[in-house]
């Protein structure tokens, strides 16, 4: 959990997206209004802004988020659009539809946007105010939904307020969203286009996933997992094991040396690539005690460890 702090409300003007740019920068995350849903904004090249965005929620797992960006060239920067991703775009952005595609290597998105995949989920979004903040931050935006986990989600001010207030420094109140659900996402990643999530936009040439499969994509098979065995709550490196630590658990790199679950959570997914792809036959991590996003950890942690 986020420790408590004053929440501001600001009317959707140019003072209040001067604000907003300045905190994101800062590596705060920002409750912004959108078309769909009001979300929950942060730079998504900068891990602990987004590590943030799960400790306000208070998300007991990690899903992969989307990320906003203002225009089809800054998408491009980040993803790679086939034929069938580049006509859905053309029809439909800026609006409520997400795109899912292959991650570009050098996007410099940070891990735990993607939840280490190799895939992205990217919206232009219609907003004036998103849209106004993307263009004073000039950096993409990773926001899900602003509200606390597993709550209804917000398309008014005040229902950010009453799910987040005390958790997050800012929000930008621009009256309800016109849409109210959130956008249809599609993944275009090779082969038939699927649709991962109904939404304002109908895609009829996409086909429709099994809903139970995407409900939970912290579940989904293509789920970032490490190729070697993994070991928890480990208090040293045994033979040929590559050590994460934590806290006091020193290891051959860390999460996070104070034992900050908000600085564990930034490193995880890029500490996991790097062990995977170390010399050593497999790898162990330390205890991460808590609740909160502490908890979030050790159930990603969990799944990766479970036999395949
Ligand atoms: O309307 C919306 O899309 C809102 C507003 C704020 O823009 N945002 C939103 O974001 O709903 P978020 O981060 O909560 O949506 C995340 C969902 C995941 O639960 C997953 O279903 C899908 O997007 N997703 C993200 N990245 C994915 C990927 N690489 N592969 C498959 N699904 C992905
Ligand atoms: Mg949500």
């Known amino acids: 959990m986020a420790p408590p702090q004053t929440t501001r409300a600001m009317p959707f003007d140019d003072a209040a997206i001067a604000e907003a740019a300045w905190l994101i920068l800062a590596g705060e995350c920002v409750a912004m209004p959108t078309e769909t849903v009001y979300g929950l904004a942060a730079d998504a090249t900068n891990p602990a802004a987004v590590a943030r965005i799960y ?14 960006v203002a225009d089809f060239a800054a998408a491009g920067a980040i993803g ?41 989920a990217i919206r232009v979004p219609a907003h004036q105010a ?20 597993g709550r209804i989600s917000p398309t008014r001010a005040a229902h950010v307020l009453a799910s987040l207030g005390g958790r997050i420094p800012l929000i930008i109140d621009a009256g309800a969203s016109q849409r ?27 086909a429709e996933i099994h809903s139970g499969e995407i409900e939970s994509p912290g579940q989904l098979a293509s789920h970032y997992a490490p190729a070697k065995p993994l070991r928890l709550d480990a208090m040293d490196g045994r033979d040929e094991e590559y050590l994460i630590g934590f806290g006091d658990v020193a290891g051959e790199v860390t999460l ?34 808590g609740g909160g996003i502490a908890a979030a950890i050790r159930d990603r942690l969990q799944r990766a460890a479970a036999p395949r």
Do not use: C, Y
């Open 80 to 120: 790679t659009f086939n034929a069938q991703a580049r006509a859905l775009a053309e029809a439909h952005w800026p609006g409520p539809l997400t795109l899912v595609v292959p991650l570009l290597p050098d996007a410099q998105i940070a891990g735990i946007v993607t939840a280490g995949l190799d895939t992205i």
């Open 130 to 149: 998103m849209q106004a903040l993307l263009k004073a931050v000039g950096k993409p935006l990773a926001a899900p939904s602003a509200n606390s986990s």
């Open 256 to 289: 996070s040396a104070s034992g900050d679950p908000i600085e564990a959570a930034a490193n995880l997914f890029d500490l996991l690539h790097i062990a995977d792809a170390s010399d050593l036959r497999s790898i162990a991590v330390a205890p991460i005690p």
């Open 55 to 68: 400790a306000a929620k208070g998300r007991p797992t990690f899903n992969p988020l989307i990320v906003h």
């Open 180 to 206: 109210g659900i959130e956008s249809t996402i599609v993944a275009a990643t090779g082969g038939a286009l699927r649709l991962l999530r109904r939404g304002p936009i109908e895609v009829p040439n996409a």
